[in-house]
């Protein structure tokens, strides 16, 4: 190419497994490779927005220093709209992390949501940069809804899990992906562990989430063949990608990226935000893989 392209970078979505987007972005900057316009669906915003305004930094220590228990902490139940409400999420990153004006930040940034009452893809590129995010992560079934502007806004991942459109509608002139989603068909479920094998529970909370992982589909405890279902919460989390899998390879198709990092994470469970160290460096990895796509287009520094 006779000059540096605008490269776009295209955050994914995929709940806990989304930590190995800072590992694509270490090794990409590590590369030579810096992204002038970043966007994301999910995991994918809180992440791109961290980078956008300068904090990713902070957001690895932060993840890196994460344990089961602080996870679980996070978990503020509730029975309207979604099993967790978000606020001491939101909250603990109000705190922590500076919220801004989307227009203000250094990078040009936007964020997928999905729109529940019409189905229709949202781009999130105002406002709130917190807000964004909250709204983008709303995964059905687990978040509560957020309202914004008079709509009821869930999680991109439903219309847009990698944002590719996004980036080129931001001046993207090279598109960088990282689909979190390509691996996961085919992922065993988990075994269910008998109740003695457990990790003790060190809070109401926790001893929710032990409950809700074990608790068995309603209409039968075993096949004829005596094995034991999956969890409701195994079932909602395997459907969950599922979809996801098939809505990113329908877009991908459509609106291929130029170049697509797909970091082996399949094996980190929806909610096993704790594990980030495994999942960054899957992304450092894939990025490694990744190479000959990025030679080929000259973005090697």
């Known amino acids: 190419m006779s000059h540096r392209p605008i490269i776009g970078l295209a955050l994914g979505s995929g709940s806990a497994r989304g930590w190995a987007h800072i590992g694509a972005i270490r090794a990409l900057a590590e590369l030579g490779i810096t992204p002038r316009i970043v ?15 300068g904090r990713l930094e902070r957001l690895e220590a932060w993840v890196c220093s994460l344990k089961l228990q602080g996870v679980v902490s996070f978990f503020d139940f509730s029975l309207n709209g979604g099993m967790l409400k978000g606020a001491r999420l939101m909250e603990f990153f109000r705190t922590h ?25 949202v781009w999130l590129r105002e406002g709130s940069l917190l807000d964004a995010v909250r709204a983008s992560i709303a995964l059905p079934g687990l978040f509560t809804p957020v309202l914004r502007a008079g709509r009821w806004l869930v999680d991109g991942g439903l219309v847009n ?37 457990r990790p003790a529970a060190d809070s109401l909370t926790a001893a929710l989430m032990q ?3 074990a608790l068995p589909l309603p209409w039968r405890e075993a096949d ?6 999956p969890s409701l919460f195994d079932t909602l989390a395997t459907s ?3 979809m996801q899998v098939q809505i990113s390879r329908s877009r991908l198709a459509g609106e291929p990226p130029d170049v697509l990092i797909t970091p082996r994470v399949a094996h ?16 450092r990895r894939a990025v490694h893989s990744a190479l000959p796509q990025l030679r080929a287009l000259e973005l090697l520094a």
Do not use: M, W
């Not at 004829?224 to 279902?229: L, R, V």
């Open 268 to 283: 980190l469970g929806l909610l096993e935000f704790h594990r980030a160290r495994e999942a960054i460096a899957e992304g």
């Open 39 to 53: 966007c994301g669906t999910s995991i994918g915003a809180l992440v791109g927005a961290a980078y956008a305004a």
């Open 240 to 242: 969950l990608n599922i």
């Open 97 to 121: 992390f500076e919220d801004r004006p989307i227009e203000a930040l250094d990078l040009p940034y936007g964020a997928v949501a999905t729109d529940l009452a019409s189905g229709r893809e």
């Open 161 to 197: 899990p990698v944002p590719v459109t996004l980036a080129r509608a931001l001046g993207a002139e090279v598109v960088i992906a990282v689909d979190l989603n390509t691996f996961l068909i085919g992922r065993h479920l988990r075994k269910r562990e008998p109740a003695g094998n």
């Open 224 to 229: 004829e063949g005596g094995e034991t279902p």
């Open 211 to 213: 409950r809700l992982q």
